[in-house]
């Protein structure tokens, strides 16, 4: 049967991969790590893995959010990482659910997370993990410290946002900001249980789990609550940068219609009046004058320097 990986453990930081029918239990330590939406995994975990079936149903379930659950020494994990992937959004995370106790770990994916391959990849030059504790604690570091790189590029793109506002008049970045408050939000829905579940692994008691590996545990969870802090500060720079935009907006559409309702103001009467003397009926003033036209348009011009005095002295313009 062909799993992602099935790697028993050294305890020296390597691994090897073996077939999953030829593994004892004398071996020591195994690792497997499998699609859950491959027929093949279906069939092995609910058949052959002899774990609690709550575990086997977490481990192939579609969708799940962060958690820890507890069943007898052994730990039911459900973690997320941001999704690297290539051409793909980072905050639409990739789930990992994991059954661990001290002889077994078993975990599920569906799409690939570059923190699982980290920590093959390690094994590779003998600086993996050697125990069940240094997994969960390896595994953890890693999905958490993956999250950096991309929080930061989003505190960075809300800063320029923010300086763009407010020194320059473009206001074609509206999606820009609506993206980065979608980012904030749904990384944060994420990060906020799975803060939960680490903080559960060092307060619960498990045998194989030392008073030093839940201290490392601690520190990763700090870094994780100060990830939520700063998507937090994220999501309210960017909605203080919108509302500032919307303000800037609001001004330049008040400006606009000061400036219409100005001007109407000014045509106004100069529009009653050749409205009025355009009237094709007898009795219309200066109709047998020549020079009525020029005498009318001086007059017109009297009005709109008055108009122009006492808008000026209202301080309207």
């Not at 020079?291 to 320097?305: G, T």
């Given at each position: 049967?062909?799993?992602?990986?099935?790697?028993?453990?050294?305890?020296?930081?390597?691994?090897?991969?073996?077939?999953?029918?030829?593994?004892?239990?004398?071996?020591?330590?195994i690792w497997l790590h499998l699609d859950y939406s491959k027929?093949?995994?279906?069939?092995?975990?609910?058949?052959?893995?002899?774990?609690?079936?709550?575990?086997?149903?977490?481990?192939?379930?579609?969708?799940?959010?962060?958690?820890?659950?507890?069943?007898?020494?052994?730990?039911?994990?459900?973690?997320?990482?941001?999704?690297?992937?290539?051409?793909?959004?980072?905050?639409?995370?990739?789930?990992?659910?994991?059954?661990?106790?001290?002889?077994?770990?078993?975990?599920?994916?569906?799409?690939?997370?570059?923190?699982?391959?980290?920590?093959?990849?390690?094994?590779?030059?003998?600086?993996?993990?050697?125990?069940?504790?240094?997994?969960?604690?390896?595994?953890?570091?890693?999905?958490?410290?993956?999250?950096?790189?991309?929080?930061?590029?989003?505190?960075?793109?809300?800063?320029?946002?923010?300086?763009?506002?407010?020194?320059?008049?473009?206001?074609?970045?509206?999606?820009?900001?609506?993206?980065?408050?979608?980012?904030?939000?749904?990384?944060?829905?994420?990060?906020?249980?799975?803060?939960?579940?680490?903080?559960?692994?060092?307060?619960?008691?498990?045998?194989?789990?030392?008073?030093?590996?839940?201290?490392?545990?601690?520190?990763?969870?700090?870094?994780?609550?100060?990830?939520?802090?700063?998507?937090?500060?994220?999501?309210?720079?960017?909605?203080?940068?919108?509302?500032?935009?919307?303000?800037?907006?609001?001004?330049?559409?008040?400006?606009?219609?000061?400036?219409?309702?100005?001007?109407?103001?000014?045509?106004?009467?100069?529009?009653?009046?050749?409205?009025?003397?355009?009237?094709?009926?007898g009795g219309i003033p200066g109709a047998e004058n020549k020079?009525?036209?020029?005498?009318?348009?001086?007059?017109?011009?009297?009005?709109?320097?008055i108009q122009l005095y006492i808008f000026r002295k209202k301080?309207?313009?």
């Open positions: 049967m062909k799993f992602e990986h099935a790697l028993v453990f050294d305890k020296m930081g390597g691994a090897k991969e073996i077939d999953i029918d030829d593994y004892k239990e004398e071996m020591g330590l027929n093949d995994s279906i069939k092995w975990l609910s058949n052959k893995s002899n774990i609690d079936p709550l575990a086997i149903e977490a481990l192939l379930t579609e969708e799940t959010r962060p958690r820890t659950i507890i069943l007898d020494d052994s730990i039911l994990l459900a973690l997320r990482g941001v999704n690297l992937n290539p051409n793909c959004d980072p905050e639409d995370m990739i789930s990992i659910r994991l059954f661990i106790n001290e002889n077994i770990i078993i975990s599920t994916k569906k799409r690939d997370l570059l923190s699982v391959k980290d920590i093959v990849d390690s094994f590779k030059i003998n600086k993996g993990p050697k125990n069940s504790a240094e997994f969960i604690v390896t595994l953890t570091n890693n999905l958490t410290s993956r999250m950096e790189n991309t929080i930061s590029q989003m505190e960075e793109k809300s800063s320029d946002l923010e300086e763009s506002v407010l020194d320059s008049s473009n206001f074609e970045i509206k999606t820009e900001i609506s993206t980065i408050r979608k980012e904030a939000i749904s990384l944060r829905r994420y990060l906020s249980p799975q803060k939960d579940a680490i903080s559960r692994l060092y307060h619960e008691n498990i045998s194989w789990l030392d008073d030093y590996k839940k201290n490392q545990l601690r520190e990763i969870n700090d870094q994780v609550i100060r990830y939520i802090e700063e998507l937090d500060s994220i999501k309210d720079r960017v909605t203080l940068t919108q509302e500032e935009l919307s303000n800037k907006l609001n001004e330049q559409m008040n400006l606009r219609m000061y400036v219409l309702s100005v001007i109407s103001a000014i045509f106004l009467p100069i529009g009653f009046l050749t409205g009025l003397l355009g009237i094709n009926i020079n009525a036209f020029v005498i009318f348009i001086v007059f017109l011009i009297i009005i709109v320097s301080k309207w313009i």
